[in-house]
Nanobody, 119 residues
Framework: QVPLVESGGGLVQAGGSLRLSCAASLSIFSINFMGWYRQAPGKQRELVAI??????????DSVKGRFTISRDNAKNAKITVYLQMNSLKPEDTAVYYCNSVQRNGGHYWGQGTQVTVSS
């Protein structure tokens, strides 16, 4: 079973919105925090936002005020993390990856979802 499954990427015009989802098959009790990273062509992967299982959030300066990370704790101890992206800019174009950092120090990556913002 794939630990993290992302969805919601696509093509949008500048100023538009997208919402990314990351469904984790991992138990919420094994997770320390989850987050979203992105990697643009020719650039290093960078942090976008993270959220702890208690709901504390951190954002990159470049997305503050435009992106919102949230999580939904399902009754079966699974978790889905969302990234609501508003006021998108062409420089937000990248492959977005979901990441989970486990309490035992391990971590998982999703397969990535492409976000393209046209000017």
């Amino acid at each position: 079973q794939v630990p993290l499954v992302e969805s919601g990427g696509g093509l949008v015009q500048a100023g538009g919105s997208l919402r990314l989802s990351c469904a984790a098959s991992l138990s919420i009790f094994s997770i320390n925090f989850m987050g979203w990273y992105r990697q643009a062509p020719g650039k290093q992967r960078e942090l976008v936002a993270i959220i702890t299982t208690s709901g504390v959030t951190t954002y990159a300066d470049s997305v503050k005020g435009r992106f919102t990370i949230s999580r939904d704790n399902a009754k079966n101890a699974k978790i889905t993390v969302y990234l609501q992206m508003n006021s998108l800019k062409p420089e937000d174009t990248a492959v977005y990856y979901c990441n989970s950092v486990q309490r035992n120090g391990g971590h998982y990556w999703g397969q990535g979802t492409q976000v393209t913002v046209s000017s």
